[in-house]
């Protein structure tokens, strides 16, 4: 399987003003976006304002307006027009930084400071991240600035859904096989469904170390609870340090990261890794990305179930206005501790979609698809074949905000096994409704 490299730069900060133009959906200005591009930017601001009346709140317009203010020298009209700007259109980066800009002109280095620190937290082009970077070093250098390079953010949901089979099981109780005839299966082995609640707690530091370097600390918990079957019950943990560093259009980072699960009260597995990726950015439009992963796998029920595991990934990300997409190819494979584990581990590969649409400055919607492609390296005793298993994934999501830091979630998820060992088949279907609460 080929491993896309070819890859994608975003928008530079303090560039072209064309392509930002683009970002935007809605009526076009013709003569206010030709007076913007030849710099002429008085008589765009005094255009902007005799049609300011019929087109105020549409966010092309309150762009150009705000940005032929801010241009002109009028930065209190900048900071009121592009504010309306980012919250129509919260992750489109550019009125991010004119307004951070904008307040800069003001001295209000705490506002503007919190505009490029949520920048960072869109994942910006590696250039473009350098360069807010490098505005945020400077303003701690400034005595006069009380203001902190380390930015904290906090995420909490709570959801209620249906699971259709909480234990990924076979969808009959018996089995005919070759050789043995008809199996009764373990209940265990049989699908099982349940409601279930589900509540999470995500905590991220984010530190700008100078102009080049920065680094973040992630833990988030995560907990399921199913309404018929506790054991069942599970609790996530994901620890997780990075390191990144800013070359031009380049951006290299350094992950560690553990993950011990719990699976009906009692420590299943515990998952240590490191992820080295680079990005690069060429062109206007894309974002491409390689990364290696290294993981030791510890199983706690199966001893023979412990492995090592090594991913190779290739991603492309683009953004299109409010829409983005992302087109990941990898490659992945597992070496079991002990001979008897060769059925727990195999070789992998897969692609996987991701899209995601910001209708408005409430409404957000995303799909995700996924195929994977397993080939386990040993032989069941069951069967005289091999195991290979395709993997379907499928998911789509909304997100209504309802106030500034909280939103109505919305998720289904359906998961498809084919396997070449019949007993592994499965399918399971989820869907869940919730709240999520951010803050700083």
């Not at 259709?164 to 199996?183: A, H, P, Q, R, V």
């Not at 079991?336 to 070789?347: K, L, P, T």
């Not at 992998?348 to 409404?363: C, D, H, P």
């Not at 499928?394 to 209504?400: F, N, S, V, W, Y």
Request: proline share 3%; no cysteine; net charge positive.
């Amino acid at each position: 399987m080929k491993n896309p490299y070819t890859i994608f730069k975003g928008i530079i900060f303090m560039s072209f003003i064309l392509y930002q133009l683009s970002a935007f959906a809605g009526v076009s200005f013709p003569v206010l976006e030709k007076l913007v591009k030849q710099q002429k930017y008085q008589l765009a601001y005094d255009l902007a304002k005799n049609i300011r009346s019929q087109n105020e709140g549409d966010p092309r317009f309150d762009y150009l307006y705000g940005f032929s203010a801010l241009q002109a020298g009028d930065y209190n009209e900048a900071v009121f027009a592009l504010d309306r700007v980012t919250v129509t259109t919260p992750n489109v980066i550019r009125p991010r930084l004119e307004l951070a800009r904008a307040y800069l002109k003001l001295n209000n280095k705490s506002a503007a400071l919190k505009e490029f620190n949520d920048v960072l937290n869109l994942s910006p082009p590696p250039q473009v991240r350098q360069n807010v970077q490098a505005y945020i070093a400077e303003l701690n250098r400034d005595s006069s600035t009380v203001v902190s390079g380390t930015v904290i953010k906090k995420l909490a949901t709570f959801a209620l859904g249906y699971d259709s089979n909480i234990n990924f099981g076979y969808e009959d109780d018996t089995i005919d096989l070759i050789g043995f005839g008809t199996i009764a299966l373990d209940p265990n082995a049989v699908k099982q469904k349940s409601g279930f609640a589900e509540s999470s707690f995500q905590i991220k530091q984010n530190k700008n170390i100078n102009r080049t370097r920065s680094s973040f600390a992630l833990a988030r918990i995560k907990h399921r609870d199913y309404f018929k079957n506790g054991k069942y019950n599970i609790t996530d943990l994901d620890l997780r340090k990075g390191f990144l560093w800013n070359q031009k259009n380049k951006q290299f980072q350094l992950n560690f990261r553990a993950r011990p699960v719990m699976l009906g009260g009692n420590l299943y597995s515990n998952t240590i890794g490191v992820d080295a990726i680079t990005r690069k950015s060429l062109g206007d439009r894309l974002i491409g990305s390689l990364s290696l992963s290294l993981e030791n796998y510890d199983q706690k029920r199966i001893d023979a179930a412990d492995r090592k595991r090594a991913f190779l990934v290739g991603r492309i990300d683009t953004q299109n206005g409010d829409a983005t997409h992302m087109l990941s190819a990898y490659l992945g494979k597992e070496w079991a501790d002990e001979n008897a584990g060769d059925i727990y581990s195999g070789d992998i590969a897969g692609l996987s979609y991701r899209f995601t649409q910001n209708w408005n400055g409430k409404n957000k919607s995303f799909l995700n698809v996924d195929y994977r492609r397993y080939e386990y390296h040993g032989q069941y005793p069951i069967s005289p074949f091999d195991r290979d298993d395709d993997r379907f994934i499928l998911k789509i999501g909304h997100e209504l905000d309802i106030q500034k830091n909280t939103a109505i979630t919305f998720a289904a998820r359906h998961v498809s096994n084919r396997s070449s060992l019949e007993l592994y088949d499965a399918d399971r279907n989820e869907i869940s409704v919730g709240v999520r609460y951010d803050w700083d």
